[in-house]
């Protein structure tokens, strides 16, 4: 339960551990990331496939191949997006933490940040759940909002920000003050990030 309670000592237990460990907590949750799109990549397929039917321009074979595509795309990009934004995530706060005078090597707050996908795999299965219950709205044309999907990103890069702070701390040498204001600023960008995309998103659907 210290991972929960404690992720301070949690993390700093773990900075003299190897890579190994790390490494696995971030595969499982690309891989369930990959699990997410298989469960919602039927209906997905399906709601693309009566939209190229509509416009009537591709034959079958195209149409196929398309939505071969479209699948195995689905279950790979999830996967390596998992791993390239816990690399870039890592690179965005060995970076800031810097300026405020961190000391540390970047393979070690590295392995550190992955532990903050811990908080992805437990939140996985509401996660899960939204994505399929998003997916059936859209093959009936039900009309979604992307509110709930938004608020649970927010709060599981909420929790993500708590390990960051950590991280930083253990991982560069820093006071709890700079780690938390390193952490608050990349928690910031994915907030204004998200927001954006879905305020784009709900102007986009307003007729």
């Excluded at 929960?4 to 595969?27: M, Q």
């Excluded at 195995?72 to 995530?89: A, E, S």
């Excluded at 707050?109 to 996660?127: D, E, F, G, N, T």
């Excluded at 960051?164 to 994915?190: D, E, H």
């Amino acid at each position: 339960m210290e991972v929960i309670t404690n992720p301070d000592s949690f993390l700093r237990k773990r900075l003299e551990r190897g890579f190994g460990e790390a490494l696995a907590v971030v595969v499982i949750a690309a891989l369930l990331s990959s699990l997410a799109s298989y469960i919602v990549a039927p209906m997905v397929l399906e709601a693309v496939r009566e939209q190229i039917a509509e416009v009537g321009t591709l034959t079958e074979e195209q149409i196929k191949a398309m939505l071969q595509i479209t699948y195995y795309g689905m279950l790979i990009t999830p996967f390596f997006t998992t791993l390239i934004f816990w690399i870039l995530i890592s690179g965005i706060l060995h970076i800031l933490s810097a300026v405020f005078g961190g000391e540390g090597s970047f393979s070690n707050l590295a392995k550190l940040v992955a532990y903050s996908y811990i908080s992805v795999i437990i939140l996985s299965p509401i996660s899960i759940y939204l994505s399929y219950e998003t997916s059936q709205q859209m093959l009936y044309g039900i009309k979604s909002s992307l509110l709930p999907n938004t608020i649970l990103g927010v709060a599981t890069a909420l929790w993500q920000a708590v390990y960051w702070t950590f991280a930083v701390k253990n991982a560069r040498n820093l006071n709890l003050k700079y780690s938390a204001i390193v952490a608050g600023i990349v928690f910031t960008g994915y907030f204004l990030l998200t927001a954006s995309s879905l305020i784009f998103s709900s102007l986009s659907e307003t007729p």
